[in-house]
């Protein structure tokens, strides 16, 4: 065998390990993204029980620069025909945010815990109290966040119709600062609008994304928020659909959070929600195949999510499949990218994107690029359950 003959075996092998490590996201990806084009579906029955109170919760940490911003969104919001409470968490926080937040006009629990650091422990201690008060529902918005006027008619509305969960759509308001920005936007547009949109009009339950979604008391009662890791999000979100639960997509109302747009803020927060989504993959994977194999269906979709890496490594995968000789695994890398070019065009048509995010997809090699360099950072994050790290955003540079 000489040298050449070599290299292109290895190189077949590589191509078509990389095929078949993206072939479950394709799959996930090309569904989703029809689903996403499909009838809007209708709203849920009516519950049984209807609800007089709702918390908004707002888990905060060192936000004392974001928090008034937020709650005189939400104040200025839209008031429905039940009563709405805002109540900031100021969770280990060294800063002003519980002063702050109250002359804002919110209700303020103020949690202090040096070993148990977290969103999610924020979130589990509002709840556990709001409960014990009575109150019928929830909506969860980050702290650095503006939502829509339509925001409790919707989100709350539909809760009210009997929806265990809801999500509502959620983009990055600060999207014209900067190339990366933008292109964020345009990754929130397919993450966080085409994909739960796809899967709602697929009768799936849409998935939560840590800003902007909610519960009714019944669905808290019976899946205590229990989730702990850095996404902890998507971690709750595999014990709603583990019971039953379904997580409705609300299409119609928007939440905006800032997003950072140069600096080390970018690089922290992409490594630990992808590290952390990595290590979801690696506990919880062999789980929900486990359930599969048991005939319970609902949990496909889950895995099929779990598998469908971050679209930079999704893409990378499929440029490898693509560039090799086999021709069954080139044409499984070149359908898989006419996928994701697909996706990418429903997204931003979907989302109420504009050229700019057409033309942001220039920069995309330059971002893929980028995001291979973080591998080691992302694969630190990992191996652990990180701390709740406030992002450092432009606002907290020009303070400075």
Same mark, same amino acid.
């Given at each position: 065998?000489?040298?050449?003959?070599?290299?292109?075996?290895?190189?077949?092998?590589?191509?078509?390990?990389?095929?078949?490590?993206?072939?479950p #996201?394709?799959?996930e990806?090309?569904?989703?993204?029809?689903?996403?084009?499909?009838?809007?579906?209708?709203?849920p029955?009516?519950?049984?029980?209807?609800?007089?109170?709702?918390?908004?919760?707002v888990?905060?940490?060192?936000?004392?620069?974001?928090?008034?911003?937020?709650?005189?969104? $939400?104040?200025?919001?839209?008031?429905p025909?039940?009563?709405?409470?805002?109540?900031v968490?100021?969770?280990?926080?060294?800063d002003?945010?519980?002063?702050?937040?109250?002359?804002?006009?919110?209700?303020?629990?103020?949690?202090?815990?040096?070993?148990?650091?977290g969103k999610?422990?924020?979130?589990?201690?509002?709840?556990?109290?709001?409960?014990?008060?009575?109150?019928?529902?929830?909506?969860?918005?980050?702290?650095?966040?503006?939502?829509? %006027?339509?925001?409790?008619q919707?989100a709350?509305?539909?809760?009210? %119709?009997?929806?265990?969960?809801?999500?509502?759509?959620?983009?990055?308001?600060?999207?014209?600062?900067?190339?990366?920005?933008?292109?964020m936007?345009v990754?929130?547009?397919?993450?966080?609008?085409?994909?739960p949109r796809?899967?709602?009009?697929? #009768?799936? !339950?849409?998935g939560?994304?840590?800003?902007?979604?909610?519960?009714?008391?019944?669905?808290?009662?019976?899946?205590?928020?229990?989730?702990a890791?850095?996404?902890?999000?998507?971690?709750?979100?595999?014990?709603?659909?583990?019971?039953?639960?379904?997580?409705?997509f609300?299409d119609?109302?928007?939440?905006?959070?800032?997003?950072?747009?140069?600096?080390?803020?970018?690089?922290?927060?992409?490594s630990?929600?992808?590290?952390?989504?990595?290590?979801?993959?690696?506990e919880r994977a062999?789980? $929900?195949?486990?359930?599969?194999?048991?005939?319970?269906?609902?949990?496909?979709e889950?895995?099929?999510?779990?598998?469908?890496?971050?679209?930079?490594?999704?893409?990378?995968?499929?440029?490898?499949?693509?560039?090799?000789?086999l021709?069954?695994?080139? %044409?499984?890398?070149?359908?898989?990218?006419?996928v994701?070019?697909?996706?990418?065009?429903v997204a931003?048509l979907?989302?109420g994107? !504009?050229?700019?995010d057409? %033309?942001?997809?220039?920069a995309?090699?330059?971002?893929?690029l980028?995001?291979?360099?973080?591998?080691?950072?992302?694969?630190?994050?990992?191996?652990?359950?990180?701390?709740?790290?406030?992002?450092?955003?432009?606002?907290?540079?020009k !303070?400075?």
């Open positions: 065998m000489t040298l050449t003959t070599l290299f292109v075996a290895i190189w077949c092998c590589i191509g078509f390990a990389a095929a078949l490590a993206s072939l #996201g394709s799959v990806l090309f569904c989703l993204t029809v689903g996403a084009v499909l009838p809007r579906r209708s709203k029955r009516e519950a049984k029980k209807r609800f007089e109170r709702l918390a908004v919760v888990p905060a940490h060192n936000e004392e620069s974001n928090i008034g911003t937020c709650i005189a969104s $939400l104040r200025h919001a839209e008031q025909d039940f009563q709405v409470e805002i109540v968490v100021a969770d280990n926080c060294e002003h945010t519980a002063r702050v937040a109250a002359e804002s006009g919110a209700s303020v629990l103020v949690r202090q815990d040096s070993n148990l650091r999610g422990y924020a979130l589990d201690f509002a709840f556990t109290k709001l409960l014990a008060e009575g109150v019928g529902a929830f909506l969860v918005v980050d702290a650095d966040t503006e939502v829509a %006027a339509n925001f409790f919707e709350g509305g539909m809760l009210q %119709a009997g929806a265990d969960a809801v999500q509502c759509r959620y983009l990055v308001k600060n999207a014209g600062e900067s190339i990366r920005t933008r292109l936007n990754a929130f547009l397919g993450f966080n609008v085409t994909r796809g899967r709602d009009r697929l #009768g799936l !339950s849409c939560i994304y840590g800003n902007g979604f909610g519960m009714r008391r019944e669905t808290l009662e019976q899946v205590p928020y229990l989730a890791s850095v996404v902890e999000d998507l971690e709750y979100h595999l014990s709603l659909v583990h019971a039953g639960k379904q997580v409705r609300v119609r109302a928007i939440v905006r959070g800032v997003m950072p747009a140069a600096g080390k803020g970018v690089e922290t927060q992409r630990r929600w992808e590290g952390g989504r990595l290590r979801i993959l690696r062999p789980g $929900l195949a486990l359930e599969i194999l048991r005939g319970r269906i609902r949990a496909t889950p895995l099929l999510d779990l598998l469908l890496l971050p679209l930079a490594f999704h893409v990378t995968l499929l440029v490898v499949a693509a560039s090799t000789p021709l069954i695994v080139r %044409a499984t890398g070149l359908a898989g990218l006419a994701v070019a697909m996706h990418l065009f931003i979907v989302g994107g !504009s050229w700019r057409f %033309a942001a997809l220039l995309a090699p330059f971002y893929v980028w995001k291979l360099l973080l591998i080691p950072s992302l694969v630190r994050n990992s191996r652990s359950n990180s701390a709740w790290v406030r992002t450092e955003r432009k606002a907290d540079q !303070s400075r």
